[in-house]
Nanobody
Framework: QVQPVESGGGLVQVGGSLRLSCAAS????????VGWFRQAPGKSREFVAA????????TYADSVKGRFTITRDNAKDTVYLYMNNLKSEDTAVYSC??????????????????WGQGTQVTVSS
């Protein structure tokens, strides 16, 4: 069963940038939508962005629109999250997960499976 593996997190100052990666391990992301989610301490997991299998459709949470960009390289079975103009409220553990393409691109956390272990992003002021 495919397992997403996240990387690229770290400590960055307000206004800085990071690129997160979500790579497939033990399988492939083929015919799946891949979503990025985040969870801050004491808060529930929230949707960040998602991308379709063909990379022709993306969707973003309002809180990150214009600052974050999701892309995917199917040849490498990897999805990226480019995060620019980071804010302190972006501090969280970022995880990726999959949902079958037939379900349609969406941000419902309950529709996603095969969660990765997450990568910590800390934005300092």
């Amino acid at each position: 069963q495919v397992q997403p593996v996240e990387s690229g997190g770290g400590l960055v100052q307000v206004g800085g940038s990071l690129r997160l990666s979500c790579a497939a391990s033990g399988g492939t992301f083929a015919r799946h939508i891949v979503g990025w989610f985040r969870q801050a301490p004491g808060k529930s997991r929230e949707f960040v962005a998602a991308i379709s299998w063909g990379a022709d459709t993306t969707t973003y949470a309002d809180s990150v629109k214009g600052r974050f960009t999701i892309t995917r390289d199917n040849a490498k079975d990897t999805v990226y999250l480019y995060m620019n103009n980071l804010k302190s409220e972006d501090t969280a553990v970022y995880s990726c997960a999959l949902t079958p393409s037939w379900k349609g691109i969406q941000g419902d956390v309950n529709e996603y499976r095969n969660w990765g272990q997450g990568t910590q992003v800390t934005v300092s002021s």
